[in-house]
């Protein structure tokens, strides 16, 4: 056996191994370390909205006057928002709807087959919904630990009122550094996210208890008649008030999309038994201490602590921010690779951080670009009150759209009748819509920047994936089928020089024009020809027994199809050590792997996309990651070949 086959077979065993060892599930732990891995991860967002959220209702934009009657009414509606949109809409009906275990706005998209009827208009806007569903949630994830840091920091204010100065300073670092150590992964401070999450919450509950204690009638605010008197009284200021409440829920989409780490049943357990108690406690004694005592409305949640534990509050809070923004940030992240591997964003580096658990990644652009934004945005608006503005317009927009395509889902997929189905359509899309009016209201103070970032990623997603198409589609137009090309080579006797080679094709009978191009001007054929075809299936993920399909061509030419789950990354040499098995023996250290360049003309074409567009498009091709990168490609056996294209 040559050294290159030893290796091959090494990775090979590695590989197997890595994939088929039983990987650690709920069976495998006890309830206990599980739930606190759940709080850590799942619940740090939506865990640290009582620090702004309450204040923000009575000391916000649209301030309303801190009367008992006014406070009941506000828990009230606080109460029965995390009830019906957080524990009824995503833990009894949206958490249905995974793909494979996994869930997410690009997993509720696959589970309506996009590849499928877009000749419809009607399905051609569901894509396009979804898209733009994904798009907000970025502007989520840019706010998220502007907000969560600052208002944490902003308790400074209330134990030293000379530290004011010192506020938006010490937020910057915190999060320059925070964006800073993300290279590390979070394999490494991962271990102490859940029980920091864990005391986290239960000082929430210990908080609001003792706030409690002092105007034990907040309890009545269960009753949903306060709500509705909260609106009678205050008329359309009440109404618009509602952006605020709404703040109680940000990280409720979070809870969708990490469904895939944990799966649907713990975080509904770690969710009724400990974090709604917890949130409604510390929610209903911040009520009972602006009753009590109406002047303490600016910071409500920090004066609930007696003056002894003030600093240590302030600490625990912001470390609590820092969770909360690094399981956004890595969201974000896991959001990006999603949608590279769907076709709607161009190729960026991912660079894996654990050998162990696939969804720990790192992406260098991503990751300089979130910093850049969270930056700014401390720099720009000055404060959690105002960032609170911009918060809510991406993170409801994107709650309107997934209530949309969970009604699909549940039509097409799930079973359910039309009645049952509309009445879920209709009853939810209620209460986003109600809010989404009220958030909307919000656009001139600063809603309208997270509309601005999710309608420049919605055209970029949309122009990358109508690029791709067009450009694919040229490719096939001016490229013959493998059969062909084979064909020519047997009729024209082409001299075959030793060695393998590989070349990529993105349709299956269709010839690389890598590879038509290298014979056109050599005049020659490597002895042994791969052509391999990625294949990104609408699932998360795939197994090992189903993800090469290999056949024997003729002459020396073979066809290897590889299909991956969008939440996979391809590495091309690793699936190729597994051709000795079946009749191909490689070293894989001598195999040459060729990968074409494709060197876009803008504007040629007549029938395609505006010309503005044709220009973005191939911006984005100039500056997308090599092949070489994306498919694990080693440099020194790899060989570009140039190619033009009109689009």
Not at 144 to 170: D, F, K, R, W
Not at 436 to 456: E, K, Y
Not at 599 to 619: C, E, P, Q, T, V
């Amino acid at each position: 056996m040559s050294a290159g086959s030893g290796n091959a077979a090494g990775r090979n065993a590695q590989k197997e191994a890595l994939e088929r060892a039983p990987a650690a599930t709920p069976h495998n732990q006890t309830f206990a370390v599980l739930a606190v891995a759940v709080l850590g991860v799942v619940y740090g967002d939506i865990g640290t909205s009582p620090i702004y959220a309450l204040r923000e209702c009575f000391a916000g934009k649209i301030p309303i006057p801190v009367t008992p009657d006014n406070v009941l009414g506000i828990l009230s509606l606080i109460f029965w928002t995390l009830v019906l949109v957080i524990s009824l809409k995503y833990m009894v009906y949206v958490l249905r709807a995974d793909n494979r275990g996994e869930g997410g706005t690009f997993a509720l998209l696959a589970l309506l087959r996009p590849e499928r009827d877009q000749a419809r208009r009607s399905r051609r806007a569901l894509i396009l919904l979804g898209v733009l569903g994904a798009s907000m949630l970025y502007g989520g994830a840019m706010i998220t630990p502007a907000i969560s840091v600052l208002s944490a920091v902003e308790g400074l204010q209330l134990a030293a009122p000379v530290l004011h100065s010192y506020v938006i300073p010490i937020t910057v670092v915190i999060l320059v550094l925070l964006f800073a150590v993300q290279r590390h992964g979070t394999a490494t401070i991962g271990a102490a996210f859940g029980p920091l999450t864990l005391i986290w919450f239960a000082v929430l509950a210990l908080l609001g208890i003792r706030g409690i204690l002092q105007a034990p009638q907040v309890l009545f605010a269960l009753n949903p008649w306060y709500a509705v008197r909260f609106f009678a009284d205050n008329g359309m200021t009440g109404y618009f008030v509602l952006y605020a409440v709404f703040l109680v829920t940000t990280g409720g989409e979070a809870l969708y999309a990490d469904l895939g780490h944990f799966g649907r049943k713990p975080i509904r357990q770690v969710w009724f038994a400990f974090v709604l108690p917890a949130l409604l406690i510390n929610y209903f004694g911040q009520g009972a201490l602006l009753i009590a005592e109406p002047s303490k409305n600016i910071h409500p949640f920090f004066h609930l602590a007696p003056s002894w534990g003030l600093y240590p509050l302030i600490i625990l809070a912001t470390a609590a921010t820092c969770i909360a923004s690094q399981a956004v940030i890595t969201g974000a992240y896991s959001l990006t690779r999603q949608a590279m591997q769907l076709g709607l964003f161009p190729r960026l580096t991912v660079q894996q951080t654990s050998a162990d658990a696939r969804g720990q990644i790192y992406m260098p652009a991503v990751n300089w670009i979130l910093m850049v934004a969270a930056v700014g945005l401390v720099l720009a608006f000055r404060s959690s009150g105002n960032l609170a503005a911009a918060y809510g317009v991406a993170v409801n927009s994107t709650m309107a759209i997934t209530t949309v395509l969970a009604f699909k889902v549940a039509r097409e997929r799930g079973g359910w009748s039309l009645p049952a189905a509309l009445l879920f359509l209709l009853g939810f899309l209620a209460i986003d819509l109600g809010f989404l009016g009220s958030n909307l209201l919000t656009i001139p103070d600063g809603g309208w920047l997270p509309l601005v970032i999710g309608a420049l990623l919605f055209i970029v997603m949309t122009t990358w994936r109508r690029g791709a198409g067009l450009l694919a589609q040229q490719i096939a137009n001016t490229t013959p089928n493998l059969e062909t090309f084979i064909g020519r080579v047997t009729n024209e006797k082409m001299p075959r020089i030793p060695g393998t080679a590989v070349f990529f094709t993105g349709r299956l009978e269709q010839t690389p024009p890598s590879l038509q191009k290298l014979v056109r001007h050599t005049g020659v054929v490597y002895e042994n020809v791969i052509v391999v075809t990625v294949v990104i299936e609408p699932v998360p993920t795939t197994n090992l027994d189903e993800r090469m399909e290999f056949t024997q061509l003729d002459i020396g030419f073979y066809r290897v199809v590889l299909r991956y789950g969008f939440m996979q990354t391809p590495n091309i040499p690793s699936e190729l050590s597994a051709c000795a098995e079946l009749g191909l023996a490689l070293d894989l250290d001598q195999v040459h792997y060729m990968i074409g360049h494709v060197d876009l003309l803008a504007g040629r074409k007549r029938h395609g996309m505006i010309i503005w567009r044709d220009k973005l498009f191939s911006f984005l091709a100039r500056n997308t990651e090599d092949a070489t990168a994306t498919y694990h490609l080693p440099a020194a056996q790899t060989m570009t070949v140039g190619l033009q294209v009109g689009i």
